[in-house]
């Protein structure tokens, strides 16, 4: 039998019960006083049996003891199971769902857990379950989101022009206005809102799949929207069609939400009735189209989808003037909340003129 390893000599028995007594961790309370037994003369044995542990576990405390002192005694965080993935193939794994998947290739056009598992075992004959790759993924930073709609035609370099070059397309209407004149950024769109409603997500318990009603009927009207998120305003129309009379019924109605004698530059699509030769364009309102197919640079697209998922979606609309009274009700509730005009509409490309 090996040797007993003495004990280091700056600690002695009554430091060890005071410290037994002080410490907040059971297990190192009961390694102490074990080991003050040794500092009084007590042999190995005496020490395992109020450990209620065995030799080789009194000889592994000592160890621990004279390596790190008290600290030493107590209980670590156990190492767990080796991870299955190392950096190189988590740096792959972020890679791949980075690019996203080919659906030709691939066969699929999104990624899920499974399938990912299934490209590690065919990479690196590496076997996850669902779940495991779900934690990699969180630990890699990624989380399951929904997707921003893109135009598949859009020309991403004309929304930078667009971007960049709003200061200037400012300055020069401004230059053609009386000097002083205050001016308003403003962004118009249209809704349509039918019996053929959204579902909006809700809240439900995992495992089960909630229902909602949902009509099949036609009857439909359009919300006609526009905001000034800089000032919190907006100004609104329920309309039964889409068209340039419908278009200029909204552009008063804007002008007469633009502070007085302050100008509008409102930025809207090139939508037929937006650009119709019988438009009439009030005098405190200059038009600005917007890229085509960019409704990213619309905040009004994200007023539409607020509406419908707190107000709008998930109803069933018994006629057309009960779509018309909570459209109209919509709207309202959303522009007695100009902090929530704000925080939709502000983009710091516009607004930093």
Known sequence: MSAAVPLREDFNADALRHLAKTSRDAGQSRRLLALATIYDGGNRTDAARIGAVGLQT?????????????????????PGQRPKLNDDQRRALAAIVERGPDPDQDGVVRWRRTDLAAWLFARFRV??????????????????????PRHYAQDPAALAVFKKGLPAAVRAIRATLPVGTDIELWWQDEARVGQKNTLPRRWARRGTRPTAPKDQRTEYAYIFGAICPEKGKGAGLVLP?????????????????????????????????????????????????????????N????????????????RIFTSYDDIVDRCCDAW???????????????????HRL
């Open 241 to 297: 069609r889409c068209n340039a009379q419908a278009m200029n019924a909204h552009l008063v109605e804007i002008s007469l939400a633009v502070d007085p004698g302050a100008h509008a530059v409102l930025m809207l699509d090139g939508a037929g009735w937006h650009v119709a030769s019988d438009l009439v364009v009030p005098d405190n309102i200059t038009l600005l189209q917007l890229p085509a197919r960019a409704p990213e640079l």
């Open 332 to 350: 309202n509730r959303f522009t007695d909340q100009p902090w929530k005009i704000m925080s939709i509409g502000l983009r710091n490309w516009a």
């Open 127 to 148: 076997s996850l379950d669902e779940t495991t790759v779900g934690r990699e993924l969180r630990k890699l930073g990624f989380a399951k989101l929904s997707a921003r």
């Open 299 to 314: 905040p009004v697209e994200n007023v539409w989808q607020f509406i419908r998922d707190n107000w709008l979606g998930d």
């Open 58 to 78: 009194v000889r592994d405390w000592v160890l621990a003891f004279n390596a790190d002192g008290p600290v030493g005694l107590i209980d670590g965080k156990a």
